[in-house]
């Protein structure tokens, strides 16, 4: 059986600032009305002999990662959550061992991990399931399967996978000559000239025995640490958390430097379906629909004498004149402007953000938690002012902080709040004051969205002074947990 195996556990960086680290973009709608992972997942439907997939997330997005899925009608799967990102190798070494220790398979029958990043993008769904079944018959062979993507432009974005001899009846699948790094321009023109090249899509098909195998000859101490991590991991709600210590301690690789650069047993099937690993804006605009001066816009935007430019926005109108091969990206707490042909350096900007402690790295001004989202609408020295919606049945943890108080004013839907022991039933129009030092919840047991204006006031306002005492989710106390 293939167990589709989805690496979720990235950062996108490169789209900020529609990506954020607390809602990344392969859990963002980029190109149709369902996210990265989502489409991810829907690709997949029809193909045969398919079991449960398994998704790898860094534990901040485990809430939303999960509900995203089960938006798509996918109710039984497994997440296995990353305390800190180590790379492609360790996630795979992970689903692996707990793929082929949990199945306990007869031989014949063992499983076959289907690797998939889960932020590309691929048009032709038809030819990409006669791939993957082509793939699926050298993996139970034993052999590590990667596919290349036939390139179709001189590209220095992407690593490279020189083509080998054919195997025999296998077109189109051969073996692994080389991998090598993202070229310059003139060295990607004499690749595509020289058809002997293919795209590395960090894709791949192999049974866990067999990754297992190779893990063992060439980083055996990964995968003893692996080992250790889910020996000493523990299920958290419907996650499986591994252990913290163990996971942190391994060395960030990726499975091509790790194991397919070195194994005997690689191979590389080509795959020509329209894929694109949509990981900077030039990508999306490469991908999307395009006007007759060749934009790609989203949101309202209205444009004069503009030819070759992206431009997208969230929430207000964005006008451009006398533009050529721009970005334009606007969301409702920052902007990004920059030349098409240098948008790959806007990590640079994150860098900085991150250096300055600045939230417009980490989060979008809507936060969504496992309960609803909140949403900061204004804010000063000693004030700030939020808009909260918390899901029909759902209920923020019981709580109290040490440096503000919260003044609750229902807009819609019914709120039962907890007040030390005190429980009160609110409807819209009503509010309530919580006092500093005051223990309380807020919960929504109606079946519409119940939406509420919080005012805090108090000399600090960070989402770290929180002291919690119950939480439905599980969840520690944290910074940026609510």
């Not at 996918?74 to 996630?91: M, Q, S, V």
């Not at 989203?298 to 964005?318: A, E, F, K, M, Q």
């Not at 500093?436 to 306002?461: A, D, F």
Request: overall charge negative.
């Amino acid at each position: 059986m293939i167990y589709p195996v989805i690496l979720a556990g990235g950062s996108g960086t490169r789209l900020w600032p529609m990506s954020r680290s607390l809602y990344p973009k392969q859990l963002i709608s980029l190109y149709n009305a369902h996210t990265m992972l989502q489409n991810t997942l829907l690709r997949l439907s029809g193909l045969s002999d398919l079991g449960d997939p398994v998704i790898i997330c860094n534990e901040n997005h485990r809430f939303m990662t999960a509900e995203q899925i089960r938006r798509i009608d996918i109710n039984d799967f497994k997440i296995i959550l990353e305390p800190a990102a180590r790379n492609t190798a360790p996630a795979i070494a992970l689903a692996a061992l707990i793929l082929d220790d949990n199945l306990k398979p007869e031989p014949q029958d063992e499983p076959v991990m289907l690797v998939l990043p889960a932020d590309h993008e691929i048009k032709n769904i038809e030819i990409f399931h006669e791939i993957i079944q082509s793939g699926a018959q050298l993996a139970r062979q034993g052999k590590l399967v990667t596919f290349g993507i036939v390139p179709s432009s001189p590209e220095t974005g992407y690593g490279y996978i020189k083509k080998g001899n054919g195997l025999d009846n296998s077109d189109p699948a051969f073996m692994i000559d080389r991998f090598v790094e993202k070229p310059d321009y003139d060295t990607a023109v004499s690749y595509l000239e020289s058809g002997d090249f293919c795209w590395n899509s960090g894709m791949f098909m192999f049974k866990a025995s067999a990754v297992i195998s190779e893990l063992e000859v060439f980083a055996p101490d990964m995968l003893e640490k692996c080992r250790k991590a889910i020996e000493n991991g523990n299920m958290d709600l419907d996650f499986f958390r591994v252990d913290k210590t163990a996971f942190e301690s391994i060395t960030e690789d990726s499975i091509d430097y790790a194991v397919m650069e070195k194994t005997a047993k690689g191979v590389v099937i080509t795959l020509d379906a329209g894929w694109n690993d949509l990981g900077s804006f030039d990508a999306l605009w490469q991908t999307g629909d395009k006007d007759d001066c060749n934009n790609v816009t989203s949101g309202d935007v209205l444009v004069h004498n503009v030819t070759d430019t992206y431009i997208h926005s969230d929430n207000r109108l964005v006008a451009a004149v006398g533009l050529e091969k721009f970005v334009i990206v606007d969301t409702k707490d920052a902007v990004l402007v920059a030349p098409r042909d240098q948008v790959q350096d806007v990590k640079k900007i994150v860098t900085q953000l991150k250096a300055q402690n600045r939230v417009e790295a980490v989060s979008h001004a809507k936060v969504y938690r496992p309960w609803g989202d909140y949403e900061t609408i204004d804010m000063a020295d000693r004030y700030q002012v939020k808009r909260i919606t918390v899901k029909p049945g759902a209920k923020l943890s019981l709580q109290k902080h040490y440096h503000r108080a919260e003044h609750w004013t229902v807009v819609s839907g019914t709120a039962i709040v907890t007040k030390d022991t005190e429980e009160i039933l609110l409807k819209e129009d009503q509010s309530v004051y919580i006092p500093l030092g005051t223990m309380h919840r807020l919960e929504n047991p109606g079946k519409i969205p119940l939406e509420l204006i919080e005012v805090q006031s108090g000399p600090y306002l960070g989402e770290d002074d929180i002291v919690r005492y119950d939480d439905v989710y599980g969840r520690e106390k944290r910074p940026n947990d609510k």
